[in-house]
């Protein structure tokens, strides 16, 4: 980018791509500032034919706008609505908030249509909650990431069924490890919510705000 230089992001694919006829917002930029994902209510892709909110990427470099919450099948929009992206620093992966139960054809029975989290590498799509296995939430918003396609990682605020308070929860991609972010030093799961996870460049520290005695 040129300094000084405003760009339109939230256009079709292409160079001189038409600009979307919707609200776009939520935008998530970057390592170096080449790549930015964002929420748009309207279509910017032929993929998305929903009429529902979904997370984009524009690369900046090549003009390109590709729709992100994509089914892992054939790239079409997901069943429900999908925001709150949070881009990689190498711009390849994409964690986004999505009610689809569509995206990643490895979960079949995901019928609820509460809030999930999911990472995008390409065209791969990966449910990342409800977390741990065998142990529903409720909803989970707000993620975090850090990490090279090869070594994601994931924060996001969560909340476990039969359990008080929204917990911060970090998903190490390559493991599947899932790790809860909101304990004290003895390892006990805060009483009350915590919220607003940021997660550091190398996936290993957590950031969060809290009402909990975690101290």
Do not use: C, M
Not at 17 to 33: H, I, L, Q
Not at 86 to 97: K, P
Not at 189 to 201: C, E, I, N, Q
């Amino acid at each position: 980018l040129a300094t000084d230089e405003t760009l339109l992001v939230s256009r079709r694919d292409g160079a001189a791509g038409a600009p979307g006829g919707a609200a776009a917002y939520e935008p998530s930029v970057n390592g170096d500032g080449s790549q930015i994902a964002f929420t748009s209510d309207g279509p910017l892709a032929i993929a998305d034919a929903n009429g529902l909110p979904d997370v984009y990427r524009r690369t900046l470099t090549t003009g390109t706008t590709d729709l992100v919450s994509g089914n892992d099948a054939d790239g079409k929009a997901g069943n429900g609505a999908s925001d709150q992206s949070a881009i990689a620093a190498s711009g390849d992966a994409v964690a986004f908030v999505s009610r689809a139960s569509d995206l990643d054809s490895q979960v079949l029975d995901d019928t609820s249509r509460r809030a999930d989290v999911f990472v995008a590498i390409g065209r791969d799509q990966r449910q990342l909650s409800p977390v741990p296995s065998g142990n529903l939430t409720r909803g989970s918003l707000h993620p975090s990431i850090a990490g090279s396609p090869g070594a994601v990682s994931v924060a996001f605020q969560t909340t476990f069924a039969a359990e008080p308070g929204t917990q911060i929860a970090v998903h190490t991609l390559a493991t599947g490890q899932v790790e809860v972010a909101s304990v004290d030093g003895a390892g006990q799961r805060g009483r009350t919510d915590s919220w607003g996870p940021s997660l550091a460049a190398n996936g290993r520290v957590a950031v969060f705000s809290t009402l909990a005695d975690l101290g």
